[in-house]
């Protein structure tokens, strides 16, 4: 039981450590915009990289 | 081939040819514009945005090159001063607006192309609110580079003064948001000190530990009394100043009491007396509530955004006035009063002024609620956000920017946005005689337990406060109103002032303007006769071709049925006020204009069939031979409209339609509508009668017009929508706007106030039911602060998430 004195304390730091996470968060905009990153995570394009390589091979 | 347009998805016409080659087909575009962006996105090895895309383009129009020549300005340094960062020495950034965004693909194509741009340091989208922030390197690209590139696939940029507009409201949410968090947060932490507290039973816990986890909760909670919950102490500041009760003032009282009793109770060692968890707990779900409110409000105040652009950017200066006519390109925001500018046909006037030289007529529906343009000439005034339609004219500027007419407007609609709805106004007068008996039985029963237990009088008295405190009726109401808001918005239904969507609901009348509601409100080309040898493709591009300069209603009707023809070219356009004009066509000399018009000129005269489209505007072409085509020009029914009407007849809803037009002309809508109820050439005042009359039966009345020529009667009717889509301007006027002039969403709107009412009314009655049960529960002593406390979130909840039942669901 005396792994209490350590525990709470440290319980109170981690929930002051995740409070500045979130302010971090909200401050540099994380939650600006709720929608766009779930669509853009399907665009996740290869195709340009491609293109590039074929007009790099194109140019040899 | 295919029938539409590859890159905007608008019919093809089969006279033309503008192929690209996408994925090794040929695919058809309808224009040049089309053409060059589909290649532009093609080559830039982009093409992918065509297999994302979920909808079709804005169909492209070259830049013409005044445009060219204004985005150049742009480059200016003391332009850039108002809306571009500068953040090291090369590298600047500026907040860009992107007009012509329908899909998550368009904003993926945008961040692409920009991204690709040499010197262009980073670009950002933000989907919802369609801003771009890019930053770049300015000795390698100029901004006027990227604003081009943007427009070279077909979408517009527009700088976008984020600093001055964005920064407070961006500040406001931001801080909502951590003020939430940091309640939230508090709440879970210290309800896990408080959960064993609770359930192990007495002596079960060392008292070292006890005391532990309270002072650990007592750590936990200082954010919350010192961060999260100033709102209401600022509030409640407010209120006592004013000398009022508010909403605020219970909850402030309470937290405090709840707060420092629990205080006293920890440094003095009295067991079950520490009740942090209650106080993070109540501030936790009360910010709750008001963010889900703020959230509503800031999606209607994307209306007032939309009036704003209505003031272009760009105006043409005749800095040597009155010596020389020639003009320079400026910025609106260098104009001064005195200065002289130029305005074309077409185009917006940019501030309030006096017209110098010139003759034309300007439209100020706006303003005047006048839908008819207003003739201008030397030494009449003129109005910002008005539109000049038929010739040039020079101007000198007496009022720009926030002195204008117009910025007055703005600010009535703001102030129309942050009223409160009527409801939510009777449930906080009720709350606040609600708070004043509350507080009264706290203190009676702290006093009457004083005799008969006094350790047990501060608790009891904590829990009279907490039980009862009055959120779940200060939620009920905005929180469905809210919900319903939003719903409603997503749709494409925009709530303007408060009271409308509860009014909404007891409506059992319908009255509708013709034109510009029921109809499209702007002629366009209903049918073509041919007279002559020609086909109708042949006579319809001549016509175009005649009518190529001018600005009149029924020549862009022409042009725009020619949109997708080739146009032949024209010379020696004359054209004759009041009955049509002449020129030459490949040598030959044309005629387009009323019948009679076309008859002193041809020697065998023509007739038109004598009922042929009565309630139209007939044009006749014809050459020196023999008239070649006649086109009947009016307004046509929108797609939706009988639906509509019909749904609502379905409903039990009278439907009236008034109309200042002619008998034969509403009475044919009207029966293809299946409206019984009809009145043609109603006056303004004969609609205000009308609607009068019918609120004197005890009807509760929804007008539904265009908001220019009704405002008088939108003003009088219980409820008025406007609609949305022909004329920004239309906006101001109504209680709802209707953005995009979907009709078959009118139903669904009053399907969905009767809804929401319903749940106001059940959250209510929640509300009191809790109230009246917890009170004497509480008073009598049976209610220690936490229980207290769990029942007061119970209720919230039940009474937040009752309310979400209105929140519109994904697909």
């Not at chain 1, 779930?38 to 990289?49: E, F």
């Not at chain 2, 009726?473 to 494409?492: E, F, K």
Request: charged content about 20%; some cysteine.
């Amino acid at each position: 039981m005396e792994s209490l004195y350590l525990l709470i304390p440290l319980s109170i730091v981690l929930a002051f450590v995740i409070a500045v996470v979130f302010w971090w968060a909200t401050r540099s905009g994380q939650f600006d915009d709720m929608e766009g990153p779930a669509h853009r995570i399907l665009m996740d394009d290869d195709r340009p990289a491609e293109d590039k390589a074929a007009k790099a091979s194109d140019e040899h | 081939m295919t029938d539409n347009c590859f890159h905007c998805g608008l019919p093809v016409s089969e006279t033309v040819d503008f192929p690209v080659r996408y994925r090794d087909k040929t695919e058809a575009t309808c224009c040049a514009g089309c053409q060059a962006v589909a290649q532009t996105i093609i080559d830039s090895g982009l093409s992918e945005y065509y297999a994302h895309r979920t909808q079709g383009a804005r169909q492209a129009e070259a830049l013409p090159t005044d445009i060219l020549q204004q985005i150049r300005l742009y480059d200016s340094e003391e332009l850039q001063k108002s809306f571009v960062h500068q953040r090291e020495e090369n590298s600047r950034e500026a907040a860009l607006i992107l007009e012509g965004i329908t899909c998550a693909a368009c904003v993926w194509l945008n961040e692409q192309h920009i991204r690709q741009l040499p010197g262009v340091l980073s670009v950002d989208i933000n989907y919802t609110s369609h801003r771009a922030r890019v930053c770049w390197d300015n000795t390698r690209i100029k901004l006027s580079q990227i604003l081009e590139a943007v427009s070279a696939i077909g979408y517009r940029a527009h700088p976008y003064d984020a600093e001055r507009q964005e920064a407070l409201a961006q500040k406001q949410r931001k801080q909502a948001i951590s003020r939430l968090w940091a309640a939230g947060l508090s709440m879970m932490q210290v309800m896990m000190y408080a959960v064993p507290v609770y359930l192990a039973p007495d002596g079960d816990i060392d008292p070292d530990f006890l005391w532990l986890l309270h002072w650990a909760s007592l750590i936990l909670t200082l954010p919350v009394m010192l961060y999260s919950a100033v709102p209401f102490y600022q509030n409640t500041w407010r209120d006592l100043k004013t000398g009022r009760v508010g909403m605020d003032t219970p909850v402030t009282i309470g937290i405090f009491t709840a707060f420092f009793a629990s205080l006293w109770a920890l440094i003095n060692k009295i067991p079950h007396g520490v009740y942090f968890d209650s106080v993070s707990m109540f501030v936790f779900l009360l910010l709750g509530g008001r963010y889900l409110e703020g959230i509503a409000r800031r999606k209607a105040g994307e209306a007032t955004e939309s009036l704003v652009k209505l003031i272009p950017a760009f105006a043409h200066r005749a800095a040597n006035w009155p010596d020389s006519r020639a003009t320079e390109e400026a910025t609106v925001t260098m104009l001064n009063p005195g200065d002289v500018i130029l305005v074309k046909p077409g185009e917006t006037i940019p501030g309030d002024g006096v017209v110098l030289d010139g003759n034309s007529a300007a439209n100020e529906a706006l303003i005047s609620g006048e839908s008819r343009p207003i003739g201008k000439t030397t030494g009449d005034t003129v109005i910002a956000g008005s539109v000049n339609t038929s010739s040039p004219l020079y101007i000198q500027i007496s009022q720009t920017g926030q002195q204008t007419r117009l910025a007055g407007i703005v600010r009535l609609l703001d102030k129309a946005l942050a009223e409160k709805p009527r409801l939510a106004v009777a449930a906080d007068r009720f709350a606040s005689w609600f708070v004043a008996l509350l507080l009264l039985a706290a203190a009676g029963s702290y006093i009457a337990w004083h005799f008969i237990d006094p350790a047990r009088a501060l608790w009891i008295m904590v829990a009279v406060l907490v039980v009862s405190c009055p959120c779940a009726l200060s939620l009920a109401t905005p929180a469905a109103l809210t919900a319903a808001t939003g719903h409603l918005a997503g749709l494409g239904l925009l709530t303007t002032r408060g009271h409308a969507l509860e009014t909404l609901a007891r409506v059992g009348d319908v009255v509708f303007d013709k034109t510009g509601t029921l109809t499209h409100g702007d002629m366009r080309l209903r049918e073509q006769m041919q007279l002559g040898q020609l086909t109708e493709a042949q006579s319809l591009a001549i016509a175009a071709a005649l009518e190529q300069a001018s600005e009149h209603p029924l020549a862009q009707a022409i042009r725009l049925a020619a949109a997708a023809l080739p146009c032949p070219a024209s010379t020696r356009l004359d054209s004759i006020a009041g009955k049509g004009v002449q020129g030459e066509v490949d040598g030959e000399t044309w005629r387009l204009g009323s019948p009679e018009f076309i008859n002193q000129w041809l020697t065998v005269p023509m007739t038109l069939p004598a009922n042929w489209h009565a309630d139209c505007t007939l044009v006749v072409l014809a050459n020196r031979q023999a008239a070649q085509a006649a086109f009947a020009i009016g307004d046509t029914v929108r797609a939706d409209a009988a639906d509509m009407v019909q749904q609502l007849q379905q409903r039990g809803i009278n439907v009236h339609l008034l109309s200042g037009d002619g008998a034969s002309a509403v009475q044919s809508l009207a029966d293809s509508l299946g409206i019984a109820d009809w009145h043609a050439r109603a006056t303004p005042e004969d609609k205000l009668a009308f609607v009068g009359q019918l609120q004197q039966e005890g009807k509760r009345v929804l007008m539904v017009g265009d908001g220019i020529n009704d405002a008088p009667v939108l003003a009088r009717a219980d409820v008025s929508l406007a609609m949305g889509g022909g004329t920004d301007v239309a906006r101001a006027s109504g209680d709802m706007v209707l953005m995009g002039d979907q009709l078959a969403l009118i139903p669904q709107a009053l399907a969905l106030s009767k809804k929401a009412l319903g749940i106001i009314r059940q959250n209510l009655w929640w509300a009191a039911g809790y109230n009246l049960l917890a009170l004497p529960l509480a008073i009598s002593g049976h209610l220690t602060p936490w229980l207290a406390s769990l029942g007061m979130a119970a209720s919230s909840l039940i009474v937040v998430s009752n309310a979400l039942r209105l929140v519109k669901r994904k697909s």
